[in-house]
């Protein structure tokens, strides 16, 4: 029987396909074929040797470098005035907290989303730190809400083969009814055209984890990164708790 605490080993439940995720993107990460399931280490608050969130970077590798990005590719496609093409988040966004699926996210009237439509999908983030966090934020919570799956996998993925291979799968499972909330974050990186967000979450079975999105600016708007194979670029971790983290949360 797979150790449900194994959560880095190659042979541990990460590596098998016959787990899915539950609310990490649920929809886009089933389909992906991550080889994960929360509720294996989410039932189990005291499972025994965490794995430990990667070091804050100290000095963003993106933000060290001269902007590059024009006027006109730093703005938003739905006309948000925020541009910022350096920089960090100090304290908590301020935002208005809804629920989509079953998991809340994140409103801000100045870096977005802006484009809220009535199925619960949401879009169009401001080309800032601040933005980058709400996008982030959003695109974890639409995870919770599989009828989203294809405009996510249309509109929130960058461009690249790993779109191509979720625009042709379908998700299949809805998470095993694990239920997640956000909790924190962390800027692991942040650029005039990347952004890396350490999002931490906690699940309705007690346990505590972090994501990691990797984000790129295209066409006007914050979207995430998949491999070539559909994959995400970063695996869920469990946490000891959130010291490291920003705590963010509406729930």
């Known amino acids: 029987m797979t150790d449900p605490t194994n959560i880095s080993g190659k042979q541990g439940i990460w590596s098998s396909r016959r787990f899915v995720i539950a609310a990490v993107v649920v929809a886009l990460v089933v389909a992906m074929g991550v080889g994960v ?16 969130p990667p070091p804050a970077t100290q000095v963003p590798s993106h933000s060290a470098a001269t902007p ?5 590719d730093s703005a938003s496609f739905c006309g948000l005035a925020e541009v910022k093409l350096v920089g960090t988040v100090s304290n908590p966004p301020e935002a208005e907290w809804s629920l989509v699926g ?20 949401r879009r169009c983030f401001a ?33 690249g083969a790993g779109r191509d291979v ?45 994501q990691v999105f ?13 491999a070539a194979n559909g994959d995400l670029l970063n695996q869920p971790v469990q946490l000891p708790d959130l010291a490291g983290y920003l705590p963010w949360s509406g729930a």
């Open 37 to 52: 399931i929360i509720s294996n280490f989410a039932g189990r608050s005291d499972a025994a040797d965490p794995v430990q």
């Open 68 to 72: 590059t990005a024009s006027a006109t």
């Open 102 to 121: 079953t998991t809340a996210a994140p409103l801000s009237k100045t870096v977005g989303p802006k484009i809220l439509e009535p199925d619960g999908y």
């Open 127 to 159: 080309h800032s730190p601040e933005g980058s966090v709400i996008a982030t934020a959003n695109f974890f919570a639409m995870g919770s809400k599989r009828t989203l799956y294809s405009k996510v996998a249309e509109h929130s993925v960058a461009a």
């Open 166 to 210: 979720l625009l042709g799968a379908q998700p299949t499972s809805s998470g095993g009814g694990v239920r997640v909330q956000i909790a924190g974050f962390r800027i692991l990186d942040y650029g005039a055209t990347a952004a890396t967000i350490d999002l931490a979450f906690r699940t309705s079975k007690g346990a505590t984890g972090s």
């Open 214 to 226: 990797d984000l790129v600016w295209e066409a006007g708007d914050w979207k995430f990164q998949v």
